[in-house]
T-cell receptor
Framework: EDKVVQSPLSLVVHEGDTVTLNCSYE??????LLWYKQEKKAPTFLFML????IEKKSGRLSSILDKKELFSILNITATQTGDSAVYLC???????????FGGGTRVLVKP | DSGVTQTPKHLITATGQRVTLRCSPR?????VYWYQQSLDQGLQFLIQ???????AKGNILERFSAQQFPDLHSELNLSSLELGDSALYFC???????????????FGQGTRLTVV
């Protein structure tokens, strides 16, 4: 059975700190890994990763995939209170367009 | 605003009842995905429709069903509701050939279902 595990479950940091979120997966036919940010209700898309070792960057957020070790990390530098959210990792398998989500990491950034 | 519209926003219903959740995808998007988010299980993929046809199935219970209509809006039907069905139900849409990674998935604001 496909499995996506995120760690930590939650973390609390102060503004300006850097956070690193982890996502490990076991998927039969990997196609891509996606990161989402969920604040109040609907998750918003952050990154999609398909190739190993290539970092994707958007402002203070960056993510990288390691297909050999089956994990991805999401980094947030110089955190702000607006970064407080649940960050979701999802893995898509090649057959059937199935998405498997991790349980999410809750990030709280204190002023 | 993602362009994906879900109705209703909130729904409270009794156990054993049946409800229908509605999703209008972004203009031009052919794929609609349904997700369930409950507190203890995170975001669970339920089912995907592409241009009116079922494309992929996830952890969808037999009591649940969905369809996509010719105008591409979709409905998720939940029947014989149980307390454990209380959750946020999200709909997402994407364009192109139904592969979520090619076009990004845009999520609606969700429907909160409370079963009492």
């Amino acid at each position: 059975e496909d499995k996506v595990v995120q760690s930590p479950l939650s973390l609390v940091v102060h503004e300006g700190d850097t956070v690193t979120l982890n996502c490990s997966y076991e998927v039969t036919n990997f196609r891509s890994l996606l990161w989402y940010k969920q604040e109040k209700k609907a998750p918003t898309f952050l990154f999609m990763l398909t190739s190993s070792g290539i970092e994707k960057k958007s402002g203070r957020l960056s993510s990288i995939l390691d297909k050999k070790e089956l994990f991805s990390i999401l980094n947030i530098t110089a955190t702000q209170t607006g970064d407080s959210a649940v960050y979701l990792c999802a893995v898509e398998e090649a057959a059937g367009n199935k998405l498997t989500f991790g349980g999410g990491t809750r990030v709280l950034v204190k002023p | 605003d993602s362009g994906v519209t879900q109705t209703p926003k909130h729904l409270i219903t009794a156990t054993g009842q049946r409800v229908t959740l509605r999703c209008s995808p972004r203009s031009g998007d052919l794929s609609v995905y349904w997700y369930q988010q409950s507190l203890d299980q995170g975001l669970q993929f339920l089912i995907q429709y592409y241009n009116g046809e079922e494309r992929a199935k996830g952890n969808i219970l037999e009591r649940f069903s969905a369809q996509q209509f010719p105008d591409l809006h979709s409905e998720l039907n939940l029947s014989s509701l149980e307390l454990g069905d209380s959750a946020l139900y999200f709909c997402a849409s994407s364009s192109g050939g139904g592969r979520i990674e090619n076009t990004e998935a845009f999520f609606g604001q969700g429907t909160r279902l409370t079963v009492v």
